[in-house]
């Protein structure tokens, strides 16, 4: 009975909208073509010359035929579109509505035998002229109106050339034809079957390889790379191809950005160096991810940073009935409510808590009373050279004292599974903030029984454009006209960016039966000097533009990262982003003796903490940085140090 309301409502509203005049004049014209396509269908049956005995036939069944298709048209809504914007959507409701209406005559005519005699061929040829003139006459209007608003347009924008002639990019080329800003001079594609065609009025000219020859025939100085579905390999061969010949790149999101897998003109945007560094999309075990996390409460602690947020986003794409978004920073929490609370449909009711994961009474009180089913641990102090002086007890204290408080509070609470976000910083630390995540790594380990709460560890490198990532600072760096400073010029990382990271520490804590620590697969580790480079020419500049200065090792800073320590080793998992590392772990004596020490750590000299740590990570190997710097700096000379 509602769907018979709502339905008869939706048929109101159409007969109400036919007061409009630009729909009455719509309903005139179909009604006008209807009888004209019956007419032409009796003359073109006849050679233009209907005998007598015909006209009346065809004049009476007209009288009941033409009323009838009517509405046939508006039960199939053929008033709700705009002319304007006509396109294939429009054509099948036409289809529809005229061919069931077709069926409709013929099966009047053949129970009730109406007086008179109508041709077999006119009920043929009455519906395909029918389509004809209503498609056709749509079109034709969306043509002339579109020609009309941007065909002058059309001459005077930007030369632009696309890369890529995939569906991304004949969606892009429609928003393209009306802009006022860009002008598609063609396309490139490798795909030599697609070579000479043309797409929407724009050639198809050559392969991405001749971008040189057709940027400098058609005058060209911005290419859009506009390959969302290639892999990251071509996307950056595309961008080292036309940053070659000094164009201005712009690109679309990639497909795992592309929500809906329409791409325009508003998402265009310039190459960053993410781009270059991003990877393939991570293939999530989403049924399994549903069973872990929908309709259950969860945790995230350091919910404001930028792992953290974005679990938070991950997380709610799976409907928890609860998330609690947990950090000590206030403002970094209204970041993150104020984004959530712009979502039209939020899927899960969210709680923002602002707490120290040090402090037992306030974190047992949550727990009890929230109960939730799976943490996620991310609250962390991550500065290397912060934490390394002045602040080394405060490192110990926050990522061991901290991470401790919470897990065993979880386990308290029979929290099903504790997933801890540690770090590659972990592996052979060489500075104090590595060591302490590789205490609460034994920590975790030492909290695990063989029932109960399932602690869980993920270890992985830099994240793309983190609060203390480098590329936001090479960024700004170059903005002001430099020096871009980079430590060492052998210094390498691992980075991957932030939703990947996020989706396999997801995955890893469904996969995940209790003191594993999962190693993330961090691909090609990257130079920093070649980042800084590829930043430079991306931003349209050359190396002799911006200055690049080696600056030498900060404290605790290491010239390249590792993810297995030296007596490890890994052990492969059902998905190929992850290894499990078989590692050194610890039992609970041991977890209580580490407390114990942290304690006395609150006033005790720096010196002291570093040497003593040295007794709970064995493979930890504190380094002066300063020497490092120094030796540095007197490597390269007072002519080498900079790069132009």
């Known amino acids: 009975m509602p769907g018979f309301k709502n339905k008869l409502r939706d048929h109101w509203s159409q007969y109400r909208r036919m007061a409009n005049p630009r729909t009455a004049a719509a309903v005139l014209h ?162 030599e079957a697609m070579h000479g065609r043309q797409l929407l009025g724009v050639k198809v000219l050559g392969n991405i390889d001749d971008i040189g020859y057709f940027s400098r025939r058609y005058q060209v100085e911005h290419v859009i790379v506009a390959m969302p579905s290639a892999s990251h390999q071509q996307r950056r061969a595309a961008v080292e191809k036309a940053n070659a010949h000094a164009l201005t790149i712009l690109t679309v999101p990639s497909v795992e950005d592309l929500m809906n897998g329409k791409v325009s003109i508003s998402q265009i945007r310039r190459v960053e160096v993410e781009d270059l560094l991003g990877r393939e999309p991570v293939q999530l075990d989403t049924e399994g991810m549903h069973a872990l ?64 994961v040090k402090n037992a009474e306030r974190l047992r009180h949550l727990l009890q009373q929230t109960k939730p089913a799976v943490i996620f641990h991310a609250a962390a102090y991550k500065h290397v050279p912060m934490m390394e002086t002045g602040n080394v007890s405060e490192a110990l204290h926050n ?21 801890l976000i540690s770090t590659d910083k972990a592996v052979n630390p060489t500075n104090v903030m590595g060591a302490s995540k590789r205490l609460a790594e034994m920590v975790c380990q030492g909290l695990q029984e063989s029932h109960g709460t399932r602690f869980v560890i993920v270890r992985f490198g830099n994240v793309l454009g983190s609060s203390g990532s480098v590329i936001p600072k090479f960024r700004e760096q170059i903005a002001k006209g430099g020096p871009v400073t980079v430590t060492h010029p052998d210094i390498t990382r691992y980075f991957m ?45 050359q190396d002799d533009e911006i200055e690049i200065v080696f600056t030498g090792l900060r404290p605790g800073e290491k010239l390249y990262e590792e993810l297995l320590a030296d007596d490890e080793h890994t052990l492969p998992t059902p998905h190929e982003k992850l290894r499990i590392a ?32 040295k007794l709970w990570v064995q493979e930890y190997q504190h380094q002066d940085t300063t020497k490092v710097a120094t030796e540095t700096k007197r490597t390269l000379g007072p002519q080498s140090s900079t790069l132009h």
């Open 30 to 191: 179909d009604l006008t073509v209807a009888v004209a396509a019956w007419y032409f269908a009796f003359a073109l049956r006849f050679n233009f010359q209907i005998p007598s005995a015909f006209q009346d036939s065809m004049l009476q069944a007209m009288l009941w035929i033409v009323p009838l298709q009517f509405v046939f048209f508006i039960n199939f809504g053929l008033y709700r579109g705009v002319w304007r914007f006509a396109s294939l959507p429009d054509l099948k409701r036409i289809l529809f509505a005229v061919a069931t209406a077709a069926a409709t005559v013929v099966a009047v005519i053949f129970m009730t035998k109406p007086h008179g005699v109508i041709p077999r061929s006119v009920l043929i040829l009455d519906p395909m002229l029918l389509v004809l003139g209503m498609g056709g006459s749509r079109f034709l209007y969306r043509y002339w109106k579109e020609h009309r608003l941007y065909g002058a347009f059309h001459s005077q924008g930007q030369p632009v050339l696309l890369l890529g002639a995939g569906t991304s990019a004949i969606n892009l080329l429609k928003d393209l034809t009306r802009s006022q800003e860009w002008r598609v001079v063609g396309m490139l594609d490798d795909d």
């Open 293 to 356: 996390l929908q309709a259950q409460v969860v945790m995230v602690s350091g919910a404001g940073g930028s792992i953290g947020s974005e679990l938070c986003r991950q997380i709610l794409a799976f409907k928890p009935a609860k998330l609690i978004c947990l950090d000590i920073s206030e403002f970094a929490l209204y970041k993150l409510e104020q984004e959530f609370s712009a979502m039209s449909n939020r899927p899960a009711d969210i709680e923002y808590v602002v707490g120290d």
């Open 497 to 541: 960016s932030i939703p990947e990271a996020t989706q396999l520490v997801m995955q890893a804590g469904l996969m995940g039966k209790g003191s594993e620590i999962f190693v993330l697969d961090m691909g090609e580790s990257v130079k920093i000097a070649d980042l800084a480079r590829d930043m430079i020419k991306l931003s349209g500049l």
């Open 582 to 613: 078989i590692a050194r772990s610890a039992d609970l004596t041991w977890v209580h003796a580490l407390l114990k020490w942290i304690a006395t750590t609150l006033n005790a000299d720096e010196a002291t903490i570093k040497q003593e740590l």
């Open 399 to 419: 990522n061991v004292l901290g991470t401790y408080t919470l897990a065993s509070l979880a386990k308290e609470a029979g929290v099903a599974k504790f997933v």
